[in-house]
């Protein structure tokens, strides 16, 4: 069995815009604008992970071209792909084949981490959907839309995804642990799940599979997962640096954002978040250290050094205060 067939956050992931949860404001505006599919403009769509960007563009490629959607979708992600002219290459060799078979109206190109561009391989991008856009649309999906450049904004028809609150989330937990036949401890166990991860609804789904492996979800199970979640070790990481132990809260950085993937801006997030559960004698000066490092990488400068230098930065405040 592969492994995309025992992970529950593709097992459970909506096929349909019905079996979609929340974010019922893209869903409203969305349904209006599938009912003229053939007028359908460029879409953007933005906001943090897990709450079901991808999941949406492919159940709008299913709505509009049937079940042969995949024959007629390129689905690229910008930030693997190198450089905007394998982008163009591989859209031209795509939208080539415009042959126009009954029912299907246009090519679908869905462009994920479309916020990781340059702004040049934007200003092209630009291009290649003005000169594709006779028999293509485009989904540009992004984490934040003030990564996108104003031109192809004005281009598309925006959809800000919001974190799920832990209504929605609780209510999908629930659903999914029935059709698993879980057993459980109580309805709490779910609270703990969302709590531990915020609305990000791959993450909690993620969660669930990982505390049931035990058979059983209690609540123990469930810490005993969040433990190692992302979060989790980025608290670790925090607190190392707070300690002064810079060493190990530089290399297990490193080892998070190399190994595991974590984005950077993910990890002063997070950081931020951790200050809330311990004790900081210089609160104050820690968040404007992490505010701080937040606007350099914004500006582009190279992520591992400047989390490094953070982290430094941080384990001197130990050393000055004892
Ligand atoms: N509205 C929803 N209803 C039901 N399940 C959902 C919904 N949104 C997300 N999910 C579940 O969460 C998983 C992750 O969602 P998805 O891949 O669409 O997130 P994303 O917004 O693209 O995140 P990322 O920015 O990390 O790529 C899906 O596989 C699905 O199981
Ligand atoms: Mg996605």
Request: aromatic share 6%; with cysteine; glycine share 6%.
């Amino acid at each position: 069995m592969p492994l995309s067939e025992m992970m529950w956050v593709e097992k459970y992931r909506p096929a349909t815009m019905a079996e979609l949860v929340d974010q019922e404001s893209v869903k409203q505006r969305l349904q209006a604008l599938l009912q003229k599919k053939e007028q359908l403009p460029h879409l953007l769509f933005a906001g943090p992970p897990g709450s079901g960007k991808t999941t949406t563009a492919a159940i709008i490629a299913r709505y509009i071209l049937g079940e042969p959607w995949h024959d007629y979708t390129l689905s690229l992600n910008a930030s693997d792909e190198r450089g905007i002219d394998v982008v163009r290459e591989r859209i031209k060799t795509f939208a080539r084949f415009a042959d126009r078979r009954e029912g299907v109206p246009y090519r679908l190109v869905i462009l994920d981490e479309s916020d990781e561009m340059t702004s040049d391989g934007q200003t092209a991008l630009r291009r290649i959907m003005e000169e594709n856009s006779a028999h293509t649309r485009f989904i540009l999906i992004c984490n934040y839309s003030s990564g996108i450049i104003e031109p192809l904004q004005s281009r598309c028809a925006i959809f800000r995804f919001q974190r799920y609150g832990e209504g929605p989330v609780v209510e999908h937990l629930k659903a999914i642990a029935k059709k698993e036949k879980l057993e459980h401890s109580g309805d709490s166990v779910f609270g703990a799940i969302y709590e531990a991860t915020q609305g990000d609804l791959r993450q909690a789904i993620n969660m669930l599979q990982a505390a049931s492996a035990t058979g059983e979800i209690t609540l123990d199970s469930v810490r005993s997962v969040t433990g190692a979640t992302v979060k989790g070790r980025v608290a670790d990481i925090m607190s190392a640096a707070l300690d002064g132990d810079f060493e190990a809260a530089r290399s297990k950085m490193v080892e998070l954002t190399r190994v595991y993937g974590v984005p950077e801006r993910d990890f002063l997030k997070y950081a931020n978040e951790s200050l809330g559960g311990i004790k900081v004698p210089d609160l104050g000066k820690v968040i404007s250290i992490l505010a701080e490092y937040d606007f350099r990488l914004v500006q582009g400068s190279q992520p591992e050094l400047q989390l490094t230098a953070m982290l430094a930065q941080i384990s001197s405040l130990k050393e000055k205060a004892s």
